[in-house]
């Protein structure tokens, strides 16, 4: 076969996609701060982008991490850069590894369906087996099933990841060593894990990818549904008065402004994407095709919403306010302390916390005192579990606070009693401002109030997974519950 002429623009590459296989993908995403599923297939061709491009400029890490609703054709798309890759970049050596076995073959299925079009067809090495595809230029592609005998033994160039979200912790890590650099046909490949999935858990693997996306570390490309609906009817309004389009507060008429625009339409039908949205809850939607935020089903705190909990200034006339200490005791796992400002109308302004491993008692006393210096502390609210005497001084660590004169107040209540008093300050009773607002410095504190849970296994469970993510909501509870009259409560929790 003669070897095809490589694209040397995005435009071209757009061209030859729609030349060769008829596939014409979005270039432009419908909501700000998104991005177009064309941008993502720009990233993953050039290994060197030849020019800035909207969505992915020059200085960008290789890996990347695509956060797609369900349905996005996030997988498809997956399949057609590794067919990019495999036809255009000799000797290049890919694998696909997804959430399951099932998973990894909807892709490779994905795949095997590019290379029946008349134009790739003779490109192939041989026949297409259930696991491989291999190309008369050397390049081949594998699934890898989940185990850590087939991960660890692999080196290649490009492992693509699917419903990373689905995958086992142990696994993941193993994959981070799976790839190396190679110079195939004309240019070189860095060896790079790109992973495409949905994110629906505020605990899961793909939060922590996004959030070190977002910190720099891979380069982040995110749509939902809007982003890839198809070209809407014009009989169909858009008008509020109307009413008749369900998707009115998500699309706001962007679908029919793309398409008279003449850039081309996604592959998600309006009418599809409406059937989806009358088949589950807000919470659901938002999460799994907006891409808005992990659903909070399983959250001990799902009143608690960073847009509106978390501020980046305090109030500037702080006369009057008391300062309070929130404190969660911990040695292999992080001690957390928490300052807190409470206002003379009662509003709690967690306004700065210190989060430290591998700490004896007497060196986190010596940070309370470096706090009051400059912020008297009223009281501190503590674990009641710190009444218990050490065996060798035979003080408990409340006592030896005491003894370096702080006031500690460990009121006995119920953790799910505690629990309830954050929440009523996170969501005042009929529709009153927050009692409770956390400072955007206190970083830990803001990812753990978002991440903390119920066993999702367990749906009946009120006791909170300890996981990592309680120690700073545990050090708010006591601030809290010490500060706060209890109330009558019920042993409940959430569900949506």
């Not at 890898?144 to 689905?166: F, I, M």
């Not at 008429?253 to 949205?277: F, N, W, Y």
């Not at 006339?317 to 409470?342: K, Q, S």
């Not at 009051?372 to 606070?401: C, E, K």
Request: charged share 25%.
């Amino acid at each position: 076969m003669h070897e095809p002429e490589m694209p040397a623009q995005p435009a071209d590459l757009h061209q030859w996609l729609r030349e060769q296989i008829g596939l014409v993908v979005p270039t432009v995403p419908l909501i700000a701060g998104h991005a177009s599923p064309f941008a993502y297939l720009v990233h993953a061709f050039f290994e060197e982008p030849p020019a800035p491009h909207a969505g992915c400029p020059r200085s960008t890490p290789r890996d990347c991490v695509v956060w797609a609703n369900r349905g996005g054709g996030k997988t498809f798309l997956g399949a057609v850069a590794t067919m990019l890759d495999l036809l255009f970049k000799p000797t290049i050596q890919i694998r696909i590894l997804g959430g399951s076995l099932e998973q990894s073959r909807r892709m490779h299925a994905h795949l095997c369906d590019l290379f029946q079009h008349d134009a790739l067809r003779p490109a192939l090495d041989g026949r297409i087996t259930r696991s491989r595809v291999r190309l008369a230029n050397g390049s081949s592609c594998e699934v890898l099933a989940q185990s850590q005998t087939s991960v660890r033994g692999t080196r290649v160039q490009k492992l693509r990841c699917d419903e990373v979200e689905l995958f086992d912790p142990e696994i993941w890590e193993a994959a981070q060593l799976t790839t190396i650099s190679k110079r195939c046909g004309p240019v070189l490949v860095r060896g790079c894990i790109e992973c495409l999935s949905t994110m629906h858990m505020p605990h899961g693997i793909m939060y922590r990818i996004v959030r070190e996306a977002e910190g720099g570390a891979r380069r982040l490309f995110k749509w939902g549904v809007v982003d890839v609906l198809g070209a809407c009817d014009e009989d169909r309004s858009c008008s509020d008065e109307a009413g008749d389009c369900p998707l009115l507060e998500e699309c706001a008429g962007r679908a029919k402004r793309r398409d008279a625009a003449g850039e081309p339409a996604g592959h998600l039908g309006v009418d599809d994407a409406i059937s989806l949205k009358g088949r589950v809850g807000e919470q659901t939607w938002q999460s799994e095709m907006l891409c808005l935020r992990p659903s909070r089903s399983d959250s001990v705190y799902p009143e608690f919403d960073a847009q509106v909990h978390v501020v980046s200034a305090l109030p500037r006339d702080r006369e009057g306010w008391t300062h309070i200490a929130g404190m969660d005791f911990g040695f292999r796992a992080p001690t957390v302390i928490l300052l807190a400002g409470v206002a003379p109308g009662g509003v709690l302004f967690v306004e700065r916390e210190v989060v430290r491993a591998g700490a004896v008692l007497d060196e986190h006393i010596r940070t309370l005192e470096a706090i009051s210096r400059t912020h008297s502390i009223a009281w501190v609210g503590v674990d009641p579990a710190g009444r218990q005497r050490n065996d060798q001084t035979g003080l408990s660590n409340i006592q030896q606070i005491r003894r370096a004169g702080f006031r500690v107040c460990d009121r006995v209540l119920p953790l799910h009693q505690g629990i309830e008093l954050v929440r009523a300050r996170l969501r005042p009773p009929g529709g009153a401002q927050p009692r409770l607002l956390i400072h955007e410095r206190c970083e830990h504190l803001i990812q753990c109030m978002e991440r903390y849970r119920y066993p999702s296994d367990r749906p009946e469970s009120i006791t909170p997974v300890k996981d990592g993510s309680d120690h700073a909501p545990d050090a708010l509870r006591y601030m809290v519950q010490n500060l706060d009259r209890p109330v009558r409560t019920s042993r409940s929790r959430y569900i949506p």
